[in-house]
């Protein structure tokens, strides 16, 4: 052991005034008497009185020369010589991402606890003048300390740190953490188990890059696909596949769940560091809405729980009802059967409109006696109506323009579109000019009273728009702009830590997500879409678009790790490979200072508290009991 400030033991000096204090300190006591004629331990005073007595065993005394031996040593700041990675300024990058989670220590702790042991290690071998940072790595890199001298938040840094579900950047998180010093001896530690994915490929970093490797098995069988799909008049079907990263061959069994009810439970073998594929065709009835499956009952050691769960949702459960009010138009039938996600159904013009509500009308040269409250698309309507006001037919198409950047018209081409005739429509604000010409709007659509509404001006047989490829690009244009429509476009393949963009109803004024644990995200519709970005629980989600409380549309989606590099739960032991630059998993030995000053002053002030309880108790003078009592005690 050596001492930093070894002139700081000079206080120890201090214990020489302290035992000089107690042999010439005066010994007597005031005490209660019943009679004089114990005046006689006056004589016994003069002679306590006198200086230079020898010392007593006194517990007081030796209490507070103990004091005064730990506050000194404190003071002289006593260390001892460690191996040390840290000098100068050290970026240690903890990397948090899913695979950390496995639990193949030998004691059961997953690899991220032993990550962070190992970090605080680090953080205990800070020298004079030393810093550190510490960068919790995973999807988005995070500085939970930049560089500092003091082990204070570096400690508490790690006391609130966990590990994610997702994936890690490391090009981010060794940019950042090269970018946030200009020291010529900086040094980077990475501790993780060696799955850095694109970090491979980066240029040189500055510095020196350290590896400290955790992890010590490969043990693990993941689900690695699950979907559904419709057939043709048969049953859907469910497909899934489950992959071995492991050595060693597993057996387990796969068990199904539909709309959270036990189904079915199929026994597989996997072959070591292979996959095997199912193919169901009877598990799934034909209107279901969400599938779950989990692995159980593994035949050996599986580390890594997160990917032995996977759902899926199925898609068919989101399809839109449109009702086509036309006296015959081909073209019309014939897109509407290509639009997935679309169940058309032909009116009767003679029998007018059904009771039955849908989500979308096509009124094709015909109207109604009142408009219905669902979306309206209208095409070449022969009256005016309360959304609109017909004018004279114009014969002027000539220099079709068609507005930019607008969902509606993504994609759309009328450079090759002829069109003999159309009719002037006047609307009374709410909508936009989608597609015009010289005589006037071609196609208009808006917002009107919380309903959509579109309004294409001339007759489909008047042109050869429906011969043209612009035909399916505007219908699908418009069938996903009109509401309700799937609320987002992918309800499967969402990975863990995955922004989400939803496209909610024009009227919705709230999106509601509640998460497979329950959380529920309130999102406020202040844009066409909204961002949601906490997807980092595995699960069903429940997505609801909701105006003023109520429910207006909702759709489940699925977000599932499938992800190899995670899964793939081998430690890299030796070195790691970042671009050209080889990095060893050990380090030139350097000595570092272990200070232990802080524990000498803990416990100085833990004595010092039982000294001074034990001062006061002394000091309390004995009360004289009151004649009644010696009375009562003499009885």
């Given at each position: ?41 006056l ?9 230079w ?21 404190a003071?002289?700041?006593p ?16 990397d ?135 057939l ?70 599986d ?58 009308y ?34 002027n ?95 499967n ?57 109520e ?25 790691l ?59």
């Amino acid at each position: 052991m050596s001492f930093l400030d070894p002139l700081a033991l000079l206080g120890g000096l201090i214990a020489i005034p302290i035992i000089l204090l107690y042999m010439l300190r005066l010994r007597r006591r005031e005490v209660l008497v019943s009679s004089t004629f114990l005046w006689q331990q006056l004589l016994e005073d003069k002679e306590a009185n006198t200086p230079w007595q020898r010392l007593r065993r006194n517990l007081l005394l030796l209490l507070q020369l103990i004091i005064v031996a730990l506050l000194v040593l404190a003071l002289a700041r006593p260390f001892v010589t460690v191996p040390s990675f840290t000098g100068g300024q050290t970026a240690v990058l903890i990397d948090a991402s899913a695979s950390m989670n496995a639990t193949d220590s030998e004691d059961g702790r997953t690899r991220f606890e032993l990550a962070v042991e190992q970090a605080r290690e680090l953080v205990g071998t800070l020298g004079i003048g030393d810093q550190m940072m510490i960068i919790r790595v995973g999807a988005v890199p995070q500085v939970l300390v930049p560089f500092t001298e003091s082990i204070v938040p570096l400690h508490e840094a790690l006391d609130g740190i966990e590990a994610g579900n997702d994936g890690a950047d490391w090009v981010s998180a060794l940019t950042l953490a090269a970018g946030s010093s200009d020291s010529p001896d900086l040094r980077i530690i990475i501790i993780s188990d060696g799955g850095i994915g694109e970090a491979a490929s980066l240029p040189p970093i500055p510095g020196e890059l350290v590896y400290l490797p955790v992890g010590i098995s490969d043990n693990n069988l993941a689900i690695t696909a699950l979907a559904t799909r419709e057939l043709q008049d048969r049953p859907p079907q469910l497909f899934a596949q489950v992959t071995n990263y492991g050595g060693q061959d597993v057996e387990a069994d796969i068990v199904l769940r539909i709309d959270g009810q036990l189904s079915a439970a199929e026994p597989i073998q996997v072959a070591a560091h292979s996959s095997v594929s199912l193919t169901l065709d009877d598990v799934l009835p034909p209107d279901f809405t969400t599938v779950e499956a989990t692995l159980v009952n593994f035949s050996n050691a599986d580390y890594l729980a997160l990917d032995n769960s996977a759902s899926a949702v199925h898609e068919g459960q989101t399809s839109r009802t449109v009702l086509v009010m036309t006296e015959g138009n081909l073209f019309l039938e014939q897109v509407l059967r290509s639009m997935p996600g679309i169940q058309a159904f032909q009116g009767n013009i003679e029998a007018g409109l059904p009771t039955r509500a849908f989500d979308l009308y096509i009124f094709d040269r015909w109207l109604p006696p009142a408009l219905p409250e669902g979306d309206i698309f209208f095409i070449n309507p022969p009256a005016t109506t309360p959304l609109f006001t017909v004018g004279d037919v114009v014969g002027n198409t000539q220099n079709i323009i068609i507005k930019p950047n607008d969902p509606r018209t993504a994609f759309l081409d009328f450079s090759d579109v002829n069109i003999l005739q159309f009719q002037q429509v006047q609307d009374s604000g709410w909508a936009d000019v989608l597609i015009s010409a010289d005589g006037g709007p071609l196609l208009l659509a808006g917002v009107e009273d919380g309903r959509q509404v579109a309004v294409l001006t001339f007759a489909l047989h008047e042109s050869d728009l429906p011969l043209r490829v612009a035909w399916p690009v505007l219908m699908a244009n418009l069938l996903q702009w009109f509401t309700p429509s799937n609320l987002i476009e992918t309800p499967n393949g969402l990975a863990i830590g995955q922004a989400l963009a939803i496209q909610p109803p024009v009227e919705a004024d709230t999106i509601q997500i509640i998460a497979p644990d329950d959380t529920v995200y309130n999102l406020p519709v202040e844009r066409e879409t909204v961002i949601f970005d906490e997807t980092f629980t595995a699960g069903i989600y429940q997505l609801r678009a909701m105006r003023a409380g109520e429910v207006l549309v909702e759709q489940p989606f699925s977000v599932n790790l499938f992800d190899e590099g995670e899964s793939n739960i081998a430690p890299v032991m030796s070195e790691l490979q970042i671009g050209e630059a080889t990095v060893e998993s050990t380090v030139e030995e350097e000595q570092g200072e272990l200070e232990f000053w802080s524990y000498l002053a803990f416990f100085a002030l833990l004595i010092m508290l039982v000294e001074w309880y034990l001062h006061h108790r002394r000091l309390r003078l004995p009360v004289a009991p009151l004649p009644t009592e010696r009375k009562r005690a003499t009885t």
